[in-house]
C-alpha cells in the first residue's frame, strides 16, 4: 500500500503561501492523493484532493509532479486559521472499497 | 446539519471492561469508518464498511469489533478494553454526489483505559 511522507513541522508567515510538501513514491495508478487538515483535536477537515492533473478550490491547490510521487499543497495566502496538523493521504481502491491512509502529518504554524 | 455524531464523547474504563462507541450519519451514505488517533499521531483505520451488511479490516482492527447495524450507523465496540486502547477515536462516512470523494469525520470520542 502507498504512504505518505511529510515533513513534521513548518512555519509560515501570514499572508505568504504555505506550500507544504509530500511524497508518496510507491502510489499506484488509480490511487488518489487527497489533503485533510486537523485543528486542535477536532474531526479532520477535507481540502482538496487529485489523481494527477493540478487541482484548485477555494480554499487550496494541489500540485502532482508527472511521475505522481510526490505532491505539494499550496494555501496561497496563509491566516492564523490555518494553524492546523496537514494530512496528505492516498486513497488505496480495493474491491471491497475505498481506504483513507494518513501519515503522521505536518503541523503547520503561521506566523503574524 | 448534524453530519456525523458520536457518542460517547469522553468515557473512562477500567481494564477488562467492555464497551460501544455509537456513530451515526446522516447523509445518506455508503461508506463508513472508525479511525484512532494516539497522541502526536495521525490517524489510524480500524474497520470500515463499505456498504450496508459489510465491514472489513484496516491498519489496526485487533482488539476491536464492528457492527454496521443499518446504512446510518456503525458502532465499533471494545470486547475487553486494555490501557493500550486509549486513544482518541473517530468514526467517518463517505459516498453520494456531490461529495462522493469526501470523507466527514465526526468531533471525535475520547476514551481512557486505566
Known amino acids: 500500500d502507498a504512504k505518505t511522507t511529510q515533513p513534521p513541522s513548518m512555519d509560515c508567515a501570514e499572508g505568504r503561501a504555505a506550500n507544504l510538501p509530500c511524497n508518496h513514491s510507491?502510489?499506484?495508478?488509480?490511487?488518489?492523493v487527497y489533503w485533510y487538515r486537523q485543528i486542535h483535536s477536532q474531526g479532520p477537515q477535507y481540502i482538496i484532493h487529485?489523481?494527477?492533473n493540478n487541482e484548485t478550490n477555494e480554499m487550496a491547490s494541489l500540485i502532482i509532479t508527472e511521475d505522481r510521487k510526490s505532491s505539494t499543497l499550496i494555501l496561497p495566502h496563509a491566516t492564523l486559521r490555518d494553524t492546523a496538523v496537514y494530512y496528505c493521504?492516498?486513497?488505496?481502491?480495493?474491491?471491497?472499497?475505498?481506504?483513507?491512509?494518513f501519515g503522521t502529518g505536518t503541523s503547520l504554524t503561521v506566523i503574524p | 446539519n448534524a453530519g456525523v455524531t458520536q457518542t460517547p464523547k469522553f468515557q473512562v474504563l477500567k481494564t477488562g471492561q467492555s464497551m460501544t462507541l455509537q456513530c451515526a450519519q446522516d447523509?445518506?451514505?455508503?461508506?463508513m469508518y472508525w479511525y484512532r488517533q494516539d497522541p502526536g499521531m495521525g490517524l489510524r483505520l480500524i474497520y470500515y464498511?463499505?456498504?450496508?451488511?459489510?465491514?472489513d479490516k484496516g491498519e489496526v482492527p485487533n482488539g476491536y469489533n464492528v457492527s454496521r447495524l443499518n446504512k446510518r450507523e456503525f458502532s465499533l465496540r471494545l470486547e475487553s478494553a486494555a490501557p493500550s486502547q486509549t486513544s482518541v477515536y473517530f468514526c467517518a462516512s463517505r459516498g453520494g454526489l456531490p461529495s462522493g470523494n469526501t470523507i466527514y469525520f465526526g468531533e471525535g470520542s475520547w476514551l481512557t483505559v486505566v
Open positions: 464498511s463499505a456498504s450496508e451488511g459489510t465491514t
Open positions: 493521504i492516498v486513497r488505496v481502491v480495493r474491491g471491497t472499497g475505498n481506504q483513507f491512509y
Open positions: 510507491t502510489i499506484s495508478g488509480n490511487e488518489y
Open positions: 487529485g489523481l494527477k
Open positions: 447523509m445518506n451514505h455508503n461508506s
